[in-house]
C-alpha cells in the first residue's frame, strides 16, 4: 500500500460550527462551512469536551454514589465548566441513568422527613404518592420541552437520527438542580415547621425556595448559552426555561385532576 492510500488515522478533530472532520487537512478552514479553527486550540478544547462524562461514567470504578454527587456538584457550582466540556455526542444512556437517580434520590429527600412525621399513615403515603407522580410527569415534560427549544439539537444542522435524544441528555444532566429543592422543601422545611425556630417559617421557607429556583433559572439558561456558543440561546434560556417549566406543572396538575376523579387520594 502506498502512502497515498493508506488510511488517516481520525485525530477527533471536528468542526465546532457544522462538525464536519477537519482529521488531515492542511488548511485551517472547514471546507464544509468555511470556518476557520486554530487546529491546536480546538483539539485541547475537544480533549476537554468529550472526557466531559467521564466522572458519571466511570461510576462503576470508583462507586456509583461518588460519581454521582462529584457530577452534581459540577452541574451545581460550575456550570460554565460543565457546560463547556459537555461531549458533541453523549451517551443517552448514562445521561438516562443520571436523571433517573437524580429522581429516585429527589423523591425520598424530599418526602421522608414529612411521611415520618405523619406517622407513615395510608392517607399520608398515598397523597405523597400522588404528588410525586405529578412532579414527576411535570418534569419529564419540562425537560422535553427544553430539549425541543432552547437546548435544541447538539448540532442544529444535523440532521442524522437522534438529535432530540442528543440534547435530553443535555437536560437531563441538569435535573442534578433538583436535589438542593428536595433537600429545602424535604428536611429543611420539615424541620423548620416542626421545631418553628422563627417567627415566619413559611416566608423563610417560600424565599429560599424562591432563591434555589431563580439560581436554576438564570444557571440552565447560562449553560444553554455557553453550551451552543451562541447568545441567542441565553436570551432563549431565560426566555424560555420558566414558560417550560409552567407547562411541564399545568400538564402534571392536570394529571393529578384526573387521578383524582378517578381515585380520589389528594
Not at 443517552?92 to 429522581?103: E, I, L, N, W, Y
Not at 429516585?104 to 405523619?118: G, M
Not at 447560562?222 to 420558566?242: C, S, V
Request: glycine letters at 6%; one cysteine or more.
Amino acid at each position: 500500500m502506498n502512502e497515498s492510500t493508506q488510511p488517516i488515522n481520525d485525530e477527533g478533530l471536528r468542526c465546532p460550527k457544522c462538525e464536519y472532520n477537519l482529521t488531515g487537512l492542511t488548511e485551517e478552514v472547514c471546507p464544509e462551512c468555511g470556518e476557520a479553527f486554530d487546529p491546536i486550540l480546538l483539539a485541547s478544547e475537544m480533549a476537554s469536551r468529550f472526557a466531559a462524562m467521564t466522572i458519571w461514567s466511570r461510576r462503576h470504578k470508583i462507586g456509583i454514589m461518588r460519581a454521582f454527587f462529584k457530577t452534581a456538584l459540577a452541574v451545581w457550582l460550575h456550570p460554565e465548566r460543565f457546560a463547556r466540556q459537555f461531549p458533541k455526542r453523549p451517551n443517552h444512556h448514562d445521561a438516562s441513568r443520571f436523571a433517573q437517580v437524580c429522581m429516585v434520590h429527589a423523591v425520598l429527600i424530599a418526602l421522608t422527613p414529612h411521611l415520618l412525621i405523619a406517622g407513615l399513615k395510608f392517607g399520608a403515603c398515598m397523597f405523597c404518592f400522588g404528588i410525586t407522580l405529578c412532579v414527576v410527569i411535570g418534569i419529564t415534560v419540562s425537560e422535553r420541552t427544553m430539549a425541543a427549544t432552547f437546548f435544541g439539537s447538539i448540532n442544529a444542522d444535523d440532521t442524522q437520527p437522534g438529535d432530540f435524544r442528543q440534547s435530553l441528555s443535555f437536560a437531563h444532566m441538569t435535573r442534578a438542580h433538583l436535589l438542593p429543592i428536595a433537600v429545602w422543601i424535604g428536611p429543611v422545611y420539615a424541620w423548620v415547621i416542626h421545631t418553628r425556630p422563627f417567627p415566619k417559617p413559611d416566608t423563610l421557607i417560600t424565599y429560599g425556595f424562591l432563591a434555589i429556583i431563580v439560581y436554576r433559572w438564570i444557571s440552565m439558561a447560562f449553560i444553554a448559552g455557553i453550551y451552543r456558543k451562541n447568545h441567542t440561546n441565553l436570551i432563549m434560556g431565560i426566555i424560555l426555561t420558566p414558560a417550560c417549566v409552567a407547562f411541564g406543572g399545568i400538564v402534571g396538575f392536570l394529571t393529578g385532576a384526573i387521578i383524582e376523579s378517578v381515585l380520589p387520594i389528594f
